[in-house]
């Protein structure tokens, strides 16, 4: 290791047109300890998380492909947001010993969002970091609270506009969002926004209908009035 003093007094200054201006003074003695490492080691690249969604709320254990880290759980932290995590395990991959994922454990997030997820592993006595901007996402549970217009033709082929919470846009019937009228499922589910999706009715029974959805935790929503 190499330990670098500084003391007291010394002065950060420049020439500007022959005069010496003084643009700090240290005020009290400051000392950093560097470590050498000889080589430079491998820059940590983390890849991905998965599952890359949770709902909010519920503990998940989750799973980070990282190049790079040491796989030693005892080397290594996570956090998602400034939340920590619990490493469980982590395992090089057989054929390549700079690869491998890091498992660990998340208590439920209580706020819906984007979080970045961060290691930190500590390489020949440095602490290092890498970043996953954004690398997971925590839905609100689904919430249907309006739906118009409240009538279409028995055969069917109405497009809905349903209002709400906990809805996953750019998602369909194919990621796991169901809305049921009645007993029968839609096969056109569109999420335009966390708050607001478009559905196209199915062919039904005559008379008001419940109209029930689901998402793909298993969490579901009943509009306040059937429809």
Same mark, same amino acid.
């Given at each position: ?6 003391? @007291? ?20 003695a400051f000392e950093q300890v560097f470590t050498y490492r000889g080589v430079r080691s491998t ?25 790079? @880290? ?33 498992? %660990? ?10 979080y970045d997820v961060t290691l930190s592993a500590m390489k020949q006595g440095v602490m290092e ?5 954004? *690398? ?7 919430? %249907? ?18 209002? *709400?919470?906990? %809805? ?12 049921? %009228? *009645? ?26 209908? @419940? ?17």
């Open positions: 290791a190499l330990r670098v003093r500084v003391r @007291a007094g010394v002065q950060v200054s420049r020439q500007v047109s022959g005069a010496c201006v003084t643009y700090y003074t240290l005020g009290s820059p940590m690249i983390l890849n991905a998380v998965l599952p890359r969604r949770v709902q909010a709320g519920l503990p998940a254990t989750l799973t980070l492909s990282v190049v790079g @880290a040491p796989f030693d759980p005892a080397l290594l932290d996570v956090h998602v947001g400034t939340l920590k995590a619990t490493v469980q395990s982590a395992v090089a991959d057989a054929s390549n010993a700079s690869a491998g994922v890091v498992i %660990f454990t998340l208590p439920g997030l209580p706020a819906a969002g984007q970091h890498a970043t996953l901007r954004g *690398g997971l996402v925590v839905d609100d549970p689904v919430v %249907f609270e309006s739906l118009t217009p409240q009538w279409g033709p028995r055969t069917g082929g109405t497009t809905v506009t349903i209002l *709400g919470q906990g %809805f996953e846009p750019g998602t369909s019937v194919s990621a796991g969002t169901r809305v049921i %009228f *009645g007993d029968v499922p839609s096969s056109s589910v569109r999420v335009l926004s966390t708050t607001r999706m478009e559905v196209t009715t199915p062919g039904n029974r005559v008379g008001r209908v @419940a109209v029930r959805g689901e998402d793909r935790y298993g969490a579901s929503t009943l509009l306040p009035e059937p429809v």
